[in-house]
Nanobody
Framework: QVQLVESGGGLVQAGGSLRLSCAAS????????MGWYRQVPGKQRELVAT???????NYADSVKGRFTISRDNAKNTVYLQMNSLKPEDTAVYYC????????????WGQGTQVTVSA
């Protein structure tokens, strides 16, 4: 089992910044890529950004150039630095951990609300 605990959400004005953190604990050896997804009511959860254990990153087009994902493997923590926030970034942000080859389970955090006011 892997536990993911998110922090750092909140309310910010458009153009502002927030930093999300996700700390992983438990069977860390079973996971590889970690990332962030977001969801608004009535819509599907969507990818924001991912990062592998080796540091390779992937971003949704809507956040490229504004968001940066990073990972501290020593602390088993992944970060999402969000700059130039827009009202359309408002969502619940979920941390995700995908399994290494040979393991089965994917894990999700409980979610943290990000609200960007116009």
């Amino acid at each position: 089992q892997v536990q993911l605990v998110e922090s750092g959400g909140g309310l910010v004005q458009a153009g502002g910044s927030l930093r999300l953190s996700c700390a992983a604990s438990g069977s860390i050896f079973t996971i590889n890529a970690m990332g962030w997804y977001r969801q608004v009511p009535g819509k599907q959860r969507e990818l924001v950004a991912t990062i592998t254990s080796g540091g390779s990153t992937n971003y949704a087009d809507s956040v490229k150039g504004r968001f940066t994902i990073s990972r501290d493997n020593a602390k088993n923590t992944v970060y999402l630095q969000m700059n130039s926030l827009k009202p359309e970034d408002t969502a619940v942000y979920y941390c995700n951990a995908k399994p290494r080859v040979g393991f089965r389970f994917e894990y999700w955090g409980q979610g943290t609300q990000v609200t960007v006011s116009a």
